[in-house]
């Protein structure tokens, strides 16, 4: 692994991805963006913090269990488990700033690698949330992962940190959508994302308490680990216009399409501008004037075969090479067209993410 330069842009912003809906493309996502993010000039990290690990497979290009566990055995240190031990462990040694891997086939982009066993630290994480009476021994923990994303900013300079995340509303991911800057909560056209996104009205405001008390909680002020202060701010929706695993049939996506924007608009905007995770009206209009119907970022179609090509090169569908797709003629026409139709669609969301940042 080379050296990692450091940046001369300023200002990080940390983003998570989060819907515990499964299958809803937080992952893809989170590698596209990412890639498009780096390709524009931006220096950024992606962090694994899934211990499905998919993202860390999808770029390394890892399917079989000995590729992590070789992985895992050459670079015991390069994971986020890793990375988070002595916090979870209380071992007498501070948390810090590791060599992220260098994402193969593109400059900036960097990766921290999942690990299997991260979920082990749910329960931990599970009791200092809780805030009790055993908060004095645990008070290390609820500002752990902030702290070392924080570190590895403050050394490679970092201009976007995107964070991938498991599909559930446990402990761990309350900790990382909370101590965001920012989040992204991508779906698809179905009931099951429309249910997952109206139980966020309630799941929210509760994570938001939550928040609010560890803030103001001296012990957690004066741990090792600080907590941080703020709240994130929600920056939109996707919508993947694919059939997720196990989904319904594709029929009736604009009706679905056409209910999740509603409810985001009616529901759920209200219900975050009341706990201060919205960002200033005027911000999303710089995006575009009719924010007020949908806050979806972007609506990303189904990739289809790209998918699997995609994956097999670790590269995102709107950076395949043509020698990549493994076609001539008129079939290769369509997937080049294909990939400019990704492109400009993950550039616009690149860009919009941008600008709903800029400070
Ligand atoms: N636009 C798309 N078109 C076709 N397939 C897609 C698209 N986006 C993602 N997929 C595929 O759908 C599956 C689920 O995507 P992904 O793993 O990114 O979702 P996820 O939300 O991260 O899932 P999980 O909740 O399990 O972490 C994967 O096999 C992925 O390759
Ligand atoms: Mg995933």
Not at 102 to 114: Q, R, T
Not at 243 to 256: D, H, I, L, V
Not at 305 to 334: C, R, W, Y
Request: proline residues 5%; glycine residues 6%; aromatic residues 12%.
């Amino acid at each position: 692994m080379g050296k990692i330069k450091k940046s001369d842009k300023k200002r990080t912003r940390k983003i998570s991805l989060f819907n515990h809906k499964g299958g809803v493309s937080k992952t893809t996502t989170t590698f596209h963006l990412g890639w498009m993010l780096a390709k524009k000039g931006y220096k950024v990290l992606l962090v694994d913090a899934d211990p499905q690990c998919n993202l860390t497979g999808l770029i390394l290009g890892y399917s079989a269990s000995e590729e992590f566990e070789n992985f895992y055995l050459k670079n015991p240190d390069v994971n986020l488990k890793a990375a988070l031990k002595s916090a979870y462990e209380s071992l007498p040694k501070l948390i810090e700033a590791g060599e992220p891997v260098e994402v193969a086939k593109i400059k900036n982009l960097y990766l921290i690698p999942g690990h299997i066993n991260f979920s082990e630290y749910e329960i931990t994480m599970g009791i200092a949330q809780e805030l009790s009476s055993s908060i004095q021994a645990l008070k290390n923990i609820p500002g752990a992962f902030s702290f070392y994303l924080e570190k590895e900013i403050e050394k490679f300079q970092f201009d976007f940190v995107l964070i991938d995340m498991n599909p559930s509303l446990g402990a761990l991911n309350q900790n990382i959508l909370m101590t965001s800057d920012y989040f992204i909560v991508p779906t698809s056209p179905d009931y099951f994302s429309k249910m997952a996104i109206d139980s966020l009205n309630t799941v929210f405001p509760r994570w938001k308490k939550w928040s609010e008390r560890a803030q103001s909680m001296y012990e957690l002020d004066n741990a090792a680990y600080p907590f941080p202060k703020g709240y994130p701010k929600f920056l939109g929706t996707i919508i993947q216009k694919y059939r997720p695993r196990n989904g319904e049939a594709t029929e009736g996506f604009q009706s679905w399409i056409n209910r999740i924007n509603e409810s985001v608009v009616s529901e759920f905007v209200p219900a975050m501008y009341k706990i201060d995770m919205l960002l200033d009206r005027k911000k999303y209009q710089e995006v575009r004037k009719d924010f007020t119907d949908s806050y979806c970022l972007v609506q990303i179609p189904d990739f289809n075969t790209l998918i699997a090509t995609s994956q097999e090169h670790q590269t995102p569908v709107f950076a395949l090479k043509d020698n990549m797709f493994g076609h001539v003629g008129a079939i290769l026409q369509q997937d080049q067209k294909k990939r400019r139709e990704f492109h400009r669609i993950f550039s616009k969301l690149a860009e919009e993410v941008i600008t709903l940042t800029d400070a």
